[in-house]
């Protein structure tokens, strides 16, 4: 298992998306993806992301200037 870090600051939608998804592409099943971005859309998109994909969520925090999310490849 791999933990790929993503920096998503500063884009705007879909930016991070298209990062995570470019990140889920190189990664395995079982890796860890930590993505960091500051578009306050991301957290609902992220969420919506996971389940269309059957990806795994494992913590999403919001810390004001950027929401962390963490999700596992399945």
Same mark, same amino acid.
């Given at each position: 298992?791999?933990?790929?870090?993503?920096?998503?600051? %500063?884009?705007? %939608?879909?930016?991070?998306?298209?990062?995570?998804?470019?990140?889920?592409?190189?990664?395995?099943?079982?890796?860890?993806?930590?993505?960091?971005?500051?578009?306050?859309?991301?957290?609902?998109?992220?969420?919506?992301? %996971?389940?269309?994909?059957?990806?795994?969520?494992?913590?999403?925090?919001?810390?004001?200037?950027?929401?962390?999310?963490?999700?596992r490849? %399945?």
């Open positions: 298992m791999s933990v790929i870090k993503v920096g998503a600051r %500063c884009l705007q %939608c879909p930016g991070p998306i298209v990062e995570l998804h470019k990140a889920s592409a190189k990664a395995s099943p079982g890796d860890v993806i930590e993505i960091e971005a500051t578009d306050p859309g991301f957290k609902k998109d992220v969420v919506a992301w %996971c389940k269309k994909t059957k990806n795994e969520l494992l913590k999403l925090d919001d810390f004001g200037d950027h929401i962390v999310a963490v999700i490849k %399945c």
